[in-house]
């Protein structure tokens, strides 16, 4: 009867500590908004889509007192979080508040400054240096210098003025200028972001601040600086980690700027960053290049079944991320021959399929040419009598099918 006893009380212990030992990837994330010049009831449900898309974050939404409230009743517990994200551009909280979110910060807690964020709380010093730059809300010369890069040159520029502008909304290329970086590295050095407002003449303390990357402030979309103003941002504060992206404006119901693949991964890529000082997170196959804007209606990164189910509508001009999305799944799946036949077997019955495009069939020709096996061969045979296509698939034969 002890030892039964016994082992029921091992048993116990055991089944206890066990799910101790399983390492929770989900961080846990409070996203706050309530207030703001653009439209909060959509970005901050995005915002929390693309953080939890991941499958790194667990996020949920604060939203506090309307304009002109009671701000004593918002009073969050920060210790709870991980990361703190900020879609707030409103009514200053209470001192307690502050006091709370300072500490969580020196303490080593994460945190994301989206957008508009950047032109809160103007009159609180530390905030200020918790953001690095700012703009708007009456800042001036007094909260700090504008601070930007003039060639590959960082500028400090204590010219008396406002903080804050921006044209009329552009594509417009990004520049990553620390590329080692976890949250860049990996990443195109230059690429093509969707139409958004481009922040310009921020400024503030930019105490332990480095700028990840820029874009070329243009007058020839109205307001310009015609220099190269920070967007990507990341700043240490006591022993938090902050990263501060300037981009993603909503104002049009989260059209472009917050669709952009760029602004998706470096969002998320950013706040993995800001919790932990590392990115685990591989770059997407749809990362634009400086040749074109790369857009996720749906905010979420294309699925090989979605790139088959739509490859086959592709004609000349039209965007190749589809076949993009083909091509990085065959590369992840190199060493599984099991897997690299299951698509090729989606591509072969797109390439027997009436309604496909000749352009498609031409991509997965060449495709199969140097992937493909003896399976693909009977369905390569039958398009060497279309003249279309006769020239790819003879190419594909000959690699398959290479003379003695």
């Not at 939890?52 to 979080?81: A, H, Q, R, V």
């Not at 990361?83 to 969580?104: P, R």
């Not at 240490?236 to 993603?248: D, E, L, P, Q, S």
Request: overall charge neutral; aromatic content about 10%.
């Amino acid at each position: 009867m002890k030892k039964q006893f016994l082992f029921f009380i091992m048993a116990t212990a055991l089944l206890t500590f066990l799910p101790g030992c399983k390492k929770d990837t989900k961080y846990s994330t409070l996203i706050i908004t309530g207030q703001n010049n653009h439209k909060w009831k959509e970005s901050s449900v995005i915002l929390k889509q693309i953080l939890d898309e991941t499958g790194l974050f667990s996020s949920e939404i604060m939203i506090t007192p309307e304009k002109g409230g009671n701000m004593n009743k918002f009073n969050p517990n920060f210790s709870k979080y991980k990361l703190v994200v900020l879609d707030y551009n409103g009514d200053s909280w209470s001192d307690n508040t502050n006091a709370e979110f300072l500490k969580y910060v020196k303490d080593g807690g994460g945190v994301v400054i989206y957008h508009a964020a950047d032109n809160s709380f103007p009159e609180w010093k530390e905030y200020n240096e918790i953001i690095g730059l700012g703009g708007w809300g009456n800042r001036t010369e007094k909260n700090g210098p504008y601070i930007y890069l003039k060639g590959n040159d960082l500028v400090y520029d204590s010219t008396a003025g406002v903080a804050g502008s921006h044209g009329k909304k552009s594509e417009y290329i990004i520049t990553n200028r620390i590329v080692d970086h976890p949250i860049t590295k990996g990443l195109p050095v230059r690429w093509l972001h969707g139409s958004d407002e481009l922040y310009s003449q921020l400024r503030g303390p930019g105490k332990n601040m480095q700028i990840l990357a820029t874009a070329f402030s243009d007058s020839i979309v109205g307001v310009g600086t015609m220099r190269n103003e920070p967007l990507l941002m990341i700043i240490t504060y006591g022993k938090g980690r902050i990263f501060h992206t300037a981009m993603g404006d909503d104002y049009d119901g989260a059209g472009p700027a917050m669709q952009c693949a760029g602004f998706i991964t470096t969002l998320q890529r950013g706040a993995e960053w800001a919790v932990t000082g590392n990115v685990t997170q591989i770059v997407p196959f749809d990362f634009p290049s400086a040749a074109g804007v790369v857009l996720r209606p749906d905010y979420k990164e294309i699925t090989l079944e979605e790139a088959m189910a739509n490859i086959g509508n592709y004609d000349i001009g039209k965007s190749t991320k589809y076949l993009s999305c083909i091509q990085s799944h065959i590369r992840n799946l190199a060493g599984s021959e099991q897997g690299l036949r299951d698509i090729e077997k989606m591509m072969d019955k797109i390439l027997v399929h009436n309604k496909a495009t000749v352009a498609a069939k031409k991509l997965l020709l060449r495709e199969l040419s140097w992937m493909g096996s003896d399976y693909s061969i009977p369905a390569i045979k039958k398009l060497v009598s279309n003249a279309e296509l006769k020239d790819e698939a003879e190419y594909a034969l000959a690699r398959l099918q290479p003379t003695n």
